[in-house]
């Protein structure tokens, strides 16, 4: 079974940047996966961030990040990245990824990743 972990979180100040890992491990060659990055701040609710085919085709933005963004795979190292730019201080929160085996294409919905496929997640803040 495919088990995701994050690396990166942080404090960065107010428009810095800070770039997430999300290693996969497991029988990462039998699968096509799709991944995508979510995260929740304190009292409110999981919202999707970004995500990425499992071939690069296809990526995907919250509006809140467009822009300031980017997602990127590298298959060879099992890993994705979300390169954060020009960070704000409502971007606080848990960043959590997931994968979707068996997909080709991404959507930044949390229901279609199942329990199995979540990493523990990973803090970012950004403060002053």
Do not use: H
Request: charged share 20%; glycine share 10%.
């Amino acid at each position: 079974q495919l088990q995701l972990v994050e690396f990166g979180g942080g404090l960065v100040q107010p428009g810095g940047s800070l770039t997430l890992s999300c290693n996969a491990s497991g029988p990462t060659s039998s699968y096509y996966y799709a991944i995508a990055w979510f995260r929740q701040a304190p009292g409110k609710e999981r919202e999707g961030v970004s995500c990425i085919s499992s071939r690069s085709r296809m990526t995907d933005y919250a509006d809140s990040v467009k822009g300031r963004f980017t997602i990127f795979r590298d298959n060879a190292k099992n890993t994705v990245y979300l390169q954060m730019n020009s960070l704000k201080p409502e971007d606080t929160a848990v960043y959590y990824c997931a994968a979707d085996p068996g997909a080709r294409i991404c959507v930044l919905r949390a229901s279609s990743y199942g329990t199995d496929y979540w990493g523990k997640g990973t803090l970012v803040t950004v403060s002053s």
